[in-house]
């Protein structure tokens, strides 16, 4: 069955430090997605991506995010220059269509 | 998005039903029914959507009412592997995709 794949599994970064998180979505997909996780807390919509523009973007997706599609096969997000409340994980997701989903298993950043 | 409401958390066994309800009393017309799941240290996972009528699939079952205020996900037979926590999303019209995760019902499945 096709999956979402994401690398790394875990990224530790020092502050200020710039990060891409890579994923790779399923391959018949148009619609992709970055979601985060702080520990303990809800999953959160960062940004969701469609013909090589945003969609749409929550409020935590600020100036120092990125999203990127640099070829046919990958997603990226960016984080230029990371904070300690970045430290979270994070999940790609694509879909078909709007809805139905594909999660990622997520990368854990950890910024210290 | 509309706000929904779901139990904390409910406790099953092993190979019996497990009716997992939602309410969004505040739904829009074109809001869809999401429900998602996201096992212990894993991203979510996609269980079924639905916007009026009942849906079926190989997972579960969806079973949304008349007025639509509220739904409930039917596990037919618990195992141990649907130990998670399920989310009830509504989501559609022009939200491009977005999800907005609540807290959702945290599934305890006794062997």
């Known amino acids: 069955e096709p999956e979402v794949t994401q690398t790394p599994s875990h990224q530790v970064t020092q502050m200020g430090q710039e990060v891409i998180l890579r994923c790779v979505p399923i391959s018949n997909h148009l619609y992709f997605y970055w979601y985060r996780q702080i520990l303990g807390q809800k999953v959160e919509f960062l940004v969701s991506?469609?013909?090589?523009?945003?969609?749409?973007k929550s409020e935590i997706f600020d100036d120092q995010f990125s999203v990127e599609r640099p070829d046919g096969s990958n997603f990226t997000l960016k984080i230029r220059s990371t904070k300690l409340e970045d430290s979270a994980m994070y999940f790609c997701a694509s879909s078909e269509q709007f809805f139905e989903q594909y999660f990622g298993p997520g990368t854990r950043l950890t910024v210290t | 998005d509309a706000k929904t409401t779901q139990p904390n958390s409910m406790e099953s066994n092993e190979e019996e039903p497990v009716h997992l309800p939602c309410n969004h009393s505040t739904i829009s017309g074109t809001d869809y029914i999401h429900w998602y799941r996201q096992l212990p240290s894993q991203g979510p996972e996609y269980v079924i959507h639905g916007l009026t009528s009942n849906v079926n699939n190989r997972m579960a079952s969806l079973a949304i009412a008349e007025d639509r205020k509220s739904s409930t996900l039917i596990l037919h037979r618990a195992t141990l592997r649907d130990a998670a926590v399920y989310y009830c999303i509504n989501a559609g019209g022009t939200s491009y995709g977005k999800l907005t995760f609540g807290q959702g019902t945290i599934l305890t499945v006794h062997p």
């Open positions: 991506f469609y013909n090589n523009e945003i969609s749409e």
